[in-house]
């Protein structure tokens, strides 16, 4: 089993995983917000690409230590029932225990929105006390992205889950779908043996991973977030750069693939902002964009609290 056969294990894995995780989720409403500082925002219209981060390095890595906790006790359930089956090396016994949260195979870039337009809790987090702007992007349009075919940056959309039973359901089936292929795989003796064990469960590993952004605790289900994903197989795919700024990884989502420039269709301005309205139309109008311009009807006071 060679390096080659597992990326492209991994790449069916991960459209089926796209497919599986769509119809267990809701569907996105017509417009999603992307909450942001003043510097950041003209950044994005100017370069026409939006920041997705490095899931390792995440300001709240909590999130996904307790995803991968889940998968880890999910794992350690299957490898007992896959030795009380006769199968005792289809899960390597050292692997099981790994930190599945830092997954040396694949890396994964997210950036955040939420379904909640002129939201005091998201203004106050993602946008400077409500002193930024949110963006207004055409769902339907990174529907498109999500589901493009043969993209040299792979793109994904999706919603977050914040609830236990679903996140364990669906690490359920991912370990399942990996294991139908995993036991038709043969294995040599030996240290070649191994090596091919650890490659063989590096893909379920490396897929969980994926997942893992997408998954929250329940209480901060009031962000209704929606997130914007790249898997980043291996660092010498040449599907995009990644790049290094203040010690944090990130990688600039290309929406050029499908469209000619960022599918924005409204912009809000912070309750806390006091930039002129005029000003932002020109500025947009200036780089090609003629969207509805809305202010927040928070008193800045409230976002503040």
């Avoid at 796209?18 to 500082?37: E, L």
């Avoid at 230590?65 to 299957?78: K, N, V």
């Avoid at 702007?133 to 889950?161: E, H, I, T, W, Y």
Wanted: hydrophobic content about 40%.
């Amino acid at each position: 089993m060679n390096y080659s056969s597992v990326l492209d294990w991994i790449d069916v894995l991960l459209a089926e995983i796209d497919q599986r995780w769509a119809t267990s989720q809701s569907g996105p409403p017509g417009v999603v917000y992307h909450y942001t500082s003043d510097k950041a925002f003209r950044n994005i219209i100017q370069t026409g690409t939006l920041r997705a981060s490095d899931t390792s390095q995440l300001p709240d890595k909590a999130e996904l230590h307790r995803a991968a906790d889940i998968f880890r006790s999910i794992a350690q359930d299957h490898a007992l029932r896959a030795a009380q089956q006769g199968r005792p090396d289809l899960y390597p016994e050292r692997l099981l225990t790994l930190d599945y949260a830092r997954p040396t195979l694949m890396k994964c870039f997210v950036t955040s929105l939420t379904s909640t337009a002129d939201d005091p809790g998201m203004w106050a987090s993602y946008a400077v006390q409500g002193s930024g702007v949110a963006l207004g992007f055409d769902s339907s349009q990174l529907v498109a992205l999500d589901k493009a075919n043969g993209s040299p940056q792979r793109l994904g959309f999706f919603q977050v889950s914040y609830r236990e039973d679903q996140q364990r359901s669906f690490f359920e089936w991912l370990l399942n779908r990996w294991e139908s292929r995993a036991i038709s795989i043969p294995v040599a003796s030996g240290s070649a043996g191994q090596l091919c064990r650890w490659r063989r469960f590096g893909v379920a590993i490396g897929c969980a991973a994926a997942v893992f952004p997408r998954m929250k605790k329940y209480s901060f289900g009031v962000e209704n977030e929606w997130r914007l994903a790249h898997a980043h197989v291996s660092r010498d795919t040449d599907c995009c750069q990644v790049y290094t700024s203040s010690r944090r990884s990130y990688v600039e989502l290309n929406f050029t693939q499908l469209i000619s420039k960022l599918p924005i269709v409204s912009l809000w301005i912070g309750p806390a902002n006091t930039i002129a309205e005029d000003s932002l139309h020109c500025f947009m109008r200036e780089n090609g964009y003629s969207v509805p311009i809305e202010k927040s009807q928070l008193p800045s006071a409230y976002v503040n609290q």
